[in-house]
T-cell receptor, first 113, second 116 residues
Framework: AAGVIQSPRHLIKEKRETATLKCYPI?????VYWYQQGPGQDPQFLIS???????DKGSIPDRFSAQQFSDYHSELNMSSLELGDSALYFC????????????FGQGTRLTVV | AQSVAQPEDQVNVAEGNPLTVKCTYS??????LFWYVQYPNRGLQFLLK??????LVKGSYGFEAEFNKSQTSFHLKKPSALVSDSALYFC??????????????FGKGTHLIIQP
């Protein structure tokens, strides 16, 4: 079965650079979530989208932005990167109001040097 | 606001013995509870969920969890542990069904170590 696809899997950036992470949800899923998991930490909810509109916002820094496109894929844009942004970024998808669990991708490991 | 507590950073169990990973939660409305497992350098894998109905939920790989409303707990259990069960386990809660609202709030995770 198709799963959530994230790209790239690994990314190395320097401080103050920008990064774009991509997420392709499971087919027919209309909701996308972004989570950030720092080293040794639990995943923290950043932001979610439903039908291309922002659904909810968590602890996403102002330097980050995200959007969901007409094909339901989502991109997380990160600017002015800081060392503390180094983390595993997960995308998850689900079907809105269907009482389904969120399926997670394998994540993008971002390292800021 | 919603929160999850996993009181144990690590649980050690001998292979073949039963295991329990504890989780308690706090939500303002009805709880929707989940367990995920994470292997090193991998994404979170869904194990099981409680939405409504039977308090004993059965999931993947022989795991089950018991929802206890009075104790606000959702402990993960397995009758006989395998070495391959060794991983990081996250309990999560959401106060809404489906894919809207707040997303999932995770606990800090519990390292489960199964000793041969």
């Amino acid at each position: 079965a198709a799963g959530v696809i994230q790209s790239p899997r690994h990314l190395i950036k320097e401080k103050r650079e920008t990064a774009t992470l991509k997420c392709y949800p499971i087919p027919r899923h209309d909701t996308v979530y972004w989570y950030q998991q720092g080293p040794g930490q639990d995943p923290q909810f950043l932001i979610s989208f439903y039908e291309k509109m922002q659904s909810d916002k968590g602890s996403i820094p102002d330097r980050f932005s995200a959007q969901q496109f007409s094909d339901y894929h989502s991109e997380l844009n990160m600017s002015s990167l800081e060392l503390g942004d180094s983390a595993l970024y997960f995308c998850a998808s689900s079907l809105y109001r269907a009482n389904t669990e969120a399926f997670f991708g394998q994540g993008t490991r971002l390292t800021v040097v | 606001a919603q929160s999850v507590a996993q009181p144990e950073d690590q649980v050690n169990v001998a292979e073949g013995n039963p295991l329990t990973v504890k989780c308690t939660y706090s939500v303002s409305g009805n709880p929707y509870l989940f367990w995920y497992v994470q292997y090193p350098n991998r994404g979170l894998q869904f194990l099981l969920k409680y939405i409504t109905g039977d308090n004993l939920v059965k999931g993947s790989y022989g795991f089950e969890a018991e929802f206890n409303k009075s104790q606000t707990s959702f402990h993960l259990k397995k009758p006989s542990a395998l070495v391959s069960d060794s991983a990081l386990y996250f309990c999560a809660v959401r106060d809404s069904p489906g894919g809207g609202a707040d997303g999932l709030t995770f606990g800090k995770g519990t390292h489960l170590i199964i000793q041969p």
